[in-house]
């Protein structure tokens, strides 16, 4: 079974929770792999289980990037906070590009993964 990554900062992690409760029956679907405070904070508000990862600033990125090298993520989730800047940048742009590099969609926003759960639904 392929994994979906799901990745939020601080100040996006109720949106991402959030919307993984909304699309629920989606993400049972599917094994679900996530950056540390994130994976808790989805676990605490849904039955989903989620394997997780060091926190973003931690590794927690470049763990997820390796799943994405091996070409064992399906999708990720990555709610961004456009409007803060993260001390950790240059590894979130590392993840952003693996995904573009091994052609993984990666949505930053609900919008996009919107688009990205529809796609996913459609090719199953």
């Keep these: 079974m392929k994994k979906i990554a799901l990745i939020a900062h601080d100040r996006k ?6 919307f993984v409760k909304k699309y629920h029956n989606f993400f049972k679907e599917f094994e679900l792999v996530a950056t540390g405070t994130t994976g808790t904070r989805i676990m605490q508000a849904t039955d989903l289980e989620v394997t997780r990862y060091l926190s973003g600033p931690l590794g927690g990125d470049q763990q997820i990037g390796s799943e994405i090298a091996l070409e064992k993520i399906k999708a990720v989730f990555f709610f ?3 409007l803060m800047a993260q001390p950790h940048e240059p590894d979130i742009q590392a993840l952003v590009r693996l995904c573009d590099v091994h052609k993984i969609p990666c949505a930053t926003n609900s919008a996009t993964a919107e688009l990205i759960i529809e796609g996913l639904q459609k090719s199953e």
């Excluded at 992690?13 to 959030?18: S, T």
């Design 13 to 18: 992690k109720d949106e991402l929770v959030d």
């Design 80 to 82: 961004r906070d456009p």
